[in-house]
Each structure stands twice: as C-alpha cells, then as structure tokens.
C-alpha cells in the first residue's frame, strides 16, 4: 500500500477507510511546493470523506480517478507521484465497497459510523436493559424484560451496546 510494506486485513476493514487514512497522511505531509499534489491530495481526501460520510455521488468515482492521474503524472517528487496509490488500488480491486457507501449507502465493514443502522431484534431482546446502562447518549429505551428499541436520532453509533448485549440481539446494517 504505496511504501513497499504488507499490510493485511480481513472484512472488518472498510478499503474506503483505508484510503482516506493513507490520503490524510500524505496529505499533511505535502510540503506545498507544487499545485497538483498540494491542492490534488486535499481535493482527494475532501471526496472520500464525503463518500464515507454518504453523501458521494457517482461522478466522485470519476472525479478521483481523473485527479489520481493528473497528481501522479504532474506532481514534482516522489510523494505526490505516489500518492494517489492507494486510492487506485482500491478502486481497482475494491470498487464494490465505493460503490455501497455510494448508491447502497452502506459501510459493509461497519466502520463508517454515519452509515450504520444500529437496532435491536425484538425476538432476541430479553430486556436484560444492560444496553440501556451502557448507552453514553440514553437512546435506548425499554421496561426490563421487555424487548427495548433504540432511537435513532439519538444513537450516535459506537457500538457500545452491541459491545455489551450477551444474546446477539444488537446488530448493524
Ligand atoms: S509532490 Fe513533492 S514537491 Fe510537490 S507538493 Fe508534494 S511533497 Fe511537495
Ligand atoms: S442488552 Fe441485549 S438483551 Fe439486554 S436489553 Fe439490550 S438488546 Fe435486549
Ligand atoms: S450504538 Fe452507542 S449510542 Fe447507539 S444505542 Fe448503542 S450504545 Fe447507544
């Protein structure tokens, strides 16, 4: 993943992610001096936030490709030439995981929180409510040994419930 080195990583890694991590690491480290590599990798890491926030649309599918070829044929040394690596590997060998976050709306992964859908399966719900200790922002709600529900305009998805609920009755979409 453009430094020579292995990295592996199993289905719980989001290879949109992945991207985005690389990009804001060379993004910082550009020094500046040249255009395409300054503004490119900005512009680049700007689209794949946006794709793993959920509001990508499919021309940034094009659109980064387009700027992966301009940073690296134009850009002056070896970090921006570099750069766009990533982000093309992905998009050849992983092309399904942009195209969920984008028309699914979907972090198969489960790592993009803005597109997770954390509920609660009413047959599996025991009402133990140990979610509801568990919950920092207290969007669970429920009688105890009743099935409870999670609200959505509250949950702010970090997964702590699913954490924590011994009878698998939380999960993520
Ligand atoms: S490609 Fe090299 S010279 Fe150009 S901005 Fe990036 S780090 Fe600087
Ligand atoms: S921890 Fe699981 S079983 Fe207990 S109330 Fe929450 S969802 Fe239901
Ligand atoms: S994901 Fe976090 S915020 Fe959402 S219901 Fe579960 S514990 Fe609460």
């Not at 500046?32 to 590599?37: M, N, Y």
């Not at 690296?72 to 399904?96: E, H, I």
């Not at 954390?118 to 047959?123: E, F, L, M, Q």
């Not at 922002?137 to 305009?153: C, F, L, M, S």
Request: aromatic fraction near 4%; charged fraction near 25%; glycine fraction near 8%.
């Amino acid at each position: 993943m453009g430094s020579g080195g292995l990295v592996v990583m199993d289905e719980d890694t989001c290879m949109v992610d992945v991207a985005r991590y690389f990009l804001h690491f060379t993004q910082e480290e550009s020094c500046g001096k040249c255009a395409p590599c300054r503004e490119g990798t900005m512009r680049m890491l700007q689209i794949l936030e946006k794709i793993c926030d959920g509001k990508g649309t499919p021309q940034d599918l094009d659109t980064l490709e387009s700027l992966c070829r301009v940073v690296k044929t134009t850009s002056l040394c070896g970090l921006g030439q570099s750069a766009p690596n990533p982000v093309l590997a992905t998009l050849r060998y992983f092309r399904s995981e942009y195209e969920a976050h984008i028309y699914d709306k979907k972090c198969h992964a489960g790592v993009c929180t803005e597109l997770l859908d954390i509920t609660i399966n009413a047959d599996k719900c025991k009402g133990c409510t140990v979610c509801v200790d568990v919950c920092p922002t207290g969007a669970i709600k429920g009688e105890r040994k009743k099935p409870h529900v999670i609200d959505p305009a509250v949950c702010i998805k970090c997964q702590a419930c699913m954490v924590k609920c011994k009878f698998g009755a939380i999960s993520r979409g």
